[in-house]
């Protein structure tokens, strides 16, 4: 936000709100508390980092934030949508049309081309086929791999691959953008570029959430979040509630 | 997603691992091939036995004298009767219109230094006209012939062909011989079209001289088989019980053998239809185990897919997109085995029908029925391996390795 521009213009709306989320599994009779009644806002714009130990509840708060998963208890608001109340074909559609996932194991359709993993969230959109196409050869062109349409991702090196994963995360223009340790498989400078691009992506206003071990990586994150058993321990940087 | 698109995902599932798919179809490829390959037989042998039917007419009956072991194991006739008993089938059967008598012994015909078996056989001058059987070159018997007993013959197609290989017949002198009867000369005045196979034997193969020449020459009175003509085809069944009635009384029972081209239909119709039936039952079965065949394969390759089907939830695909997509691969597994069957069965058909001589049909319904069938497997038995797929939690999906 420019100084200055605070009165009369709205501030930033939100886009996450997680009221006393939380999350348990039942293994073998003992309850594992993966999360804890997590309070968490965020807004549009925001690029923000959680960083915690492992197994402390990042990878499972992601599955909430992206409606791959149903908190046990408590109240998460997507991009306005009050998400508890959906069924799983709706679910869908939410994951559709206000997610992009990008993982750490880039997960791509092995056996389709780039092109066509790229098109793969605007066909289950029902997109028409040329629109599909031709916006899929945009953002593929946007991260540099327009030469590389018909090759599999198999033909591609890591890095390539997490830049496919993110032009099909923005293929339909999501509302947010997650990103579970998105550079735990790529070396350090490859690490480096995918940084830049989610940076690059967050300038021009995409919301971003982002799951790292690495400090390095979450200090590019403009708000850090850090959890502990399932519990928000810390919160920096961000714009003040 | 379209199920342009749906399809395109399936039939990609389906190239992955072509001898698999291959092995996992083969009961569904035999099972369609049997049915086509029997269908196509059935129908094959049908109407090839209605093409030999047609040829003499379906109100044609035959008459003939029953046969019975005798001494020495001799094939004897139960009655005699003569020529005579012609007209008095047409009399005394309303249902019968026309009635012609033969006598018939096997022979040898020779010309200059060529020698050929035939069956001669001794006929009055209406036999040609009673199930229009035309005449090729030259003329058939005639009233005179009869009344007059000369020596002329008339030869089947086959016939002519053998011994007068691009000649032309008429007015050649022949050389018959038969049995221990004199050889004796004829004069060939006419030679029949091509009547083909028929249920009556071959005709080609046939000579034929007036029926009171057969007899100065053998004294054979002896009518081997009197051809019937019924009223009309409709009425061809009732006709040969007309005839059969009539024949016990007047010379007993079971010493004929009454024949009707009808008759011979229906029961190649019958035996044709049970065929198909008991057939189809196998045919079923092997199905069923091609569709198991099908189910096994999904659910190897639904496990083998975990983590497509997690990727593909998390980028919003519902469940029924993913029901879909799998039980249109399953289909289009299974229709691929009807295909391959379809044109087995085809092909097998194609071979025995040459070697038996009949005509390869291939009822358009049971190209559908192979198609329907093949298809209708695939959805039965791939139900529930896509519904295994639609109902992966996403998140176990994706971590799935
Ligand atoms: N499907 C599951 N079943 C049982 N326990 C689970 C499951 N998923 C995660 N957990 C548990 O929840 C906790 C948080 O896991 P996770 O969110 O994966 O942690 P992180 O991503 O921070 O390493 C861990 O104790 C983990 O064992
Ligand atoms: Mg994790």
């Not at chain 1, 979040?225 to 509630?241: F, P, Q, S």
């Not at chain 2, 109407?47 to 003939?64: A, E, R």
């Not at chain 2, 070159?137 to 016939?159: H, Y």
């Given at each position: ?241 | ?297 999904m659910?190897?390759?639904v ?19 993913i029901l879909s997509q799998f039980l249109l691969e399953a ?48 959805l039965?038995?791939g139900i529930y391996p896509a519904m295994q797929a639609a ?11």
């Amino acid at each position: 936000m420019p100084e200055g521009a605070s009165e009369g213009v709205a501030t930033p709306k939100e886009v996450i709100r997680l009221e006393k989320i939380s999350r348990q599994y039942v293994v073998g009779g003992n309850v594992v508390q993966a999360l804890e009644e997590v309070d968490l806002v965020i807004k549009e714009g925001e690029f923000l980092a959680i960083m915690g130990p492992s197994g402390s509840g990042k990878s499972t708060l992601m599955h909430i934030l992206g409606c791959l998963d149903r908190p046990t208890s408590g109240r998460y608001v997507l991009d306005g949508v009050d998400v508890g109340r959906l069924n799983d074909n709706q679910l869908a559609v939410i994951r559709n049309q206000k997610v992009g996932f990008v993982f750490q194991q880039f997960n791509l359709l092995p056996r389709e081309t780039i092109l066509a993993n790229v098109e793969l969230p605007m066909m289950y959109a029902g997109v028409p086929r040329r629109e599909r196409s031709e916006r899929a050869r945009q953002l593929l062109k946007e991260i540099g791999l327009e030469n590389r349409l018909a090759h599999r991702p198999t033909e591609l090196s890591g890095g390539q691959r997490q830049r496919v994963a993110i032009a099909r995360a923005l293929a339909n223009a999501p509302a947010l953008i997650l990103a579970d340790e998105p550079t735990g498989n790529l070396d350090t400078n490859t690490g480096a570029e995918i940084l830049r691009i989610l940076e690059d992506l967050n300038r021009r206003g995409r919301t971003i959430v982002l799951v790292t071990h690495d400090p390095n990586v979450a200090s590019h994150a403009g708000r850090v979040i850090r959890l502990v058993d399932g519990r928000i321990v810390a919160d920096e940087g961000g714009v003040a509630a | 997603m379209s199920i342009r698109e749906t399809a395109k995902a399936a039939l990609r599932g389906l190239g992955l691992y072509p001898l698999r798919t291959f092995l996992s179809v083969l009961g569904i490829v035999i099972g369609v091939a049997s049915v086509i390959g029997l269908v196509a037989i059935g129908a094959g042998v049908q109407k090839s036995v209605t093409n030999q039917i047609s040829q003499l007419g379906s109100d044609v009956l035959l008459v003939s004298p029953a046969m019975q072991r005798g001494l020495f194991g001799r094939s004897v006739a139960q009655t005699t009767v003569d020529t005579s008993m012609a007209k008095d089938l047409v009399e005394h059967n309303p249902l019968i219109r026309q009635a012609v008598a033969t006598l018939q012994t096997q022979g040898t015909m020779t010309v200059d230094n060529s020698t050929l078996d035939v069956t001669v056989v001794g006929v009055t001058p209406d036999y040609a006209d009673i199930f229009s059987y035309p005449v090729e070159t030259g003329r058939f018997l005639r009233a005179s012939d009869q009344d007059l007993g000369v020596d002329v013959v008339v030869l089947g197609a086959e016939v002519a062909s053998t011994l007068f290989p691009g000649e032309n017949p008429l007015g050649r002198k022949v050389q018959l011989s038969a049995g221990n009867y004199p050889t004796r000369s004829f004069i060939v005045v006419g030679v029949m079209s091509s009547l083909g196979r028929t249920f009556a034997g071959n005709f080609d193969g046939q000579v034929y001289l007036p029926a009171s020449t057969f007899f100065r020459w053998t004294g054979q009175r002896r009518v081997s088989t009197f051809i019937l003509r019924a009223r009309s085809s409709d009425v061809a069944v009732d006709a040969a019980d007309q005839v059969d009635f009539y024949l016990t009384r007047r010379v007993g029972a079971n010493k004929f053998r009454v024949e009707s081209q009808q008759a011979i239909l229906q029961t190649i119709g019958s035996v044709v239809g049970t065929l198909t039936l008991s057939l189809g039952a196998i045919a079923g079965i092997a199905l069923v185990v091609g569709g198991i065949g099908v189910m096994n394969v999904m659910l190897v390759s639904v496990k083998e897919r975990t983590r497509e089907i997690g990727i593909r939830k998390a980028l919003g695909a519902k469940n029924r997109n993913i029901l879909s997509q799998f039980l249109l691969e399953a289909i289009f597994l299974s229709l691929t085995g009807g295909l391959l069957g379809l044109f087995g069965g085809w092909g097998v058909a194609a071979l025995v029908s040459r070697w038996g001589h009949w005509p390869t049909v291939l009822p358009i319904q049971a190209i559908f029925l192979a198609i329907g069938f093949s298809s209708a497997v695939g959805l039965f038995f791939g139900i529930y391996p896509a519904m295994q797929a639609a109902r992966l939690d996403p998140i176990a999906s994706l971590s799935y390795e």
